[in-house]
Antibody, heavy 125, light 108 residues
Framework: QVQLVESGGGVVQPGTSLTLSCEASGSTFSKYNMHWVRQAPGKGLEWVAVIWYDGSKKYYVDSVKGRFTISRDNSKNTLFFQMNSLRAEDTALYHC??????????????????WGQGTMVTVSS | EIVMTQSPATLSVSPGERATLSCRASQSIGSLLAWYQQKPGQAPRLLIYAASIRAIGIPARFSGSGSGTEFTLTITSLQSEDFAVYYCQQYNNWPPYSFGQGTKLEIK
């Protein structure tokens, strides 16, 4: 069974940067689109970004466009999330999640079948 | 952007009873809806996709129905491990993917 383990969270000041990682077990990482989904303390789930299985396409929620960058290294089974110009409202538990369909490309429509437990990012002065 | 609205916010049900959770989309999403279960300190778990198909390993007491804008998750014969927060998610029209605000299922 594939597992996803996030790391890299911490307490940072507003305006600073942080990079999150998500390491996947198994040999199928390169076949799946990957997402970052965040959850503010005591709140619900908010989708933040997706990257295509081959890294060719990336999409973001409007609130992070231009500040956050999703990337991946398929040779290391690892997903990344570079977060710049952090704001208090970015404070959340950040989960990585996998598309339920392999090689999902144009017009992809898939639920998220595997999730990591998350890494906490706190932005505070 | 499609807005997902779940009701009720909190549902109190006795073990062994049936729970019915609702999810409404602000516009038609066909059947491209998923349900997730989340327990405190744990990752979300996919229960249902395509509105009515149970994910691998999900017990038959969980069932989903609906299409278009109105969806329902039904849990029969509630077990102690079923008390959690449940989220619906649309994946028909993105970005962004959108989740409902969640329904907390608590023990009555």
């Amino acid at each position: 069974q594939v597992q996803l383990v996030e790391s890299g969270g911490g307490v940072v000041q507003p305006g600073t940067s942080l990079t999150l990682s998500c390491e996947a077990s198994g040999s199928t990482f390169s076949k799946y689109n990957m997402h970052w989904v965040r959850q503010a303390p005591g709140k619900g789930l908010e989708w933040v970004a997706v990257i295509w299985y081959d890294g060719s396409k990336k999409y973001y929620v409007d609130s992070v466009k231009g500040r956050f960058t999703i990337s991946r290294d398929n040779s290391k089974n690892t997903l990344f999330f570079q977060m710049n110009s952090l704001r208090a409202e970015d404070t959340a538990l950040y989960h990585c999640a996998r598309d339920a369909l392999a090689y999902c490309d144009d017009d992809c429509r898939a639920a998220f079948d595997i999730w990591g437990q998350g890494t906490m990012v706190t932005v505070s002065s | 952007e499609i807005v997902m609205t779940q009701s009720p916010a909190t549902l109190s049900v006795s073990p062994g009873e049936r729970a019915t959770l609702s999810c409404r989309a602000s516009q038609s999403i066909g059947s491209l809806l998923a349900w997730y279960q989340q327990k405190p300190g744990q990752a979300p778990r996919l229960l249902i996709y395509a509105a009515s198909i149970r994910a691998i390993g999900i017990p038959a007491r969980f069932s989903g129905s609906g299409s278009g804008t109105e969806f329902t998750l039904t849990i029969t014969s509630l077990q102690s491990e079923d008390f959690a927060v449940y989220y619906c998610q649309q994946y028909n029209n993105w970005p962004p993917y959108s989740f409902g605000q969640g329904t907390k299922l608590e023990i009555k």
